[in-house]
């Protein structure tokens, strides 16, 4: 079982900007897919951006343009940088990591877009 740790959540203003951090356990961090995913209250949990372990990204509609998917496989880190944040972007934002069909999940981290 990958242990996933995200951070970089806090509160914010509309039009501002974050930088989500997920630290990852293990040794083969290069060979896996990470993803952001993101989940208000009474909503189901939704695809935000995606890396492949080639560097291949895809993004949600409503991000496109405004988010950033990263990866450091030096670090076993991946970041998703938030622009232009907007109020409908506040939500708990996810980390997720997928290998050969496993799926593993971090705890979240708060993220409120607010004046």
């Known amino acids: 079982q990958v242990q996933l740790v995200e951070s970089g959540g806090g509160l914010v203003q509309p039009g501002g900007s974050l930088r989500l951090s997920c630290a990852a356990s293990?040794?083969?961090?290069?060979?896996?897919?990470m993803g952001w995913y993101r989940q208000t209250p009474g909503k189901q949990r939704e695809l935000v951006a995606t890396?492949?372990?080639?560097?291949?990204?895809d993004y949600a509609d409503s991000v496109k343009g405004r988010f950033t998917i990263s990866r450091d496989n030096a670090k076993n880190t991946v970041h998703l940088q938030m622009n232009s944040l907007k109020v409908e972007d506040t939500a708990v934002y996810y980390c997720?990591?997928?290998?050969?069909?496993?799926?593993?999940w971090g705890q979240g981290t708060q993220v409120t877009v607010s004046s």
């Open positions: 997720k990591l997928g290998w050969l069909g496993f799926t593993s």
């Open positions: 293990g040794s083969i961090f290069r060979l896996y897919s």
């Open positions: 890396i492949t372990s080639g560097g291949s990204t």
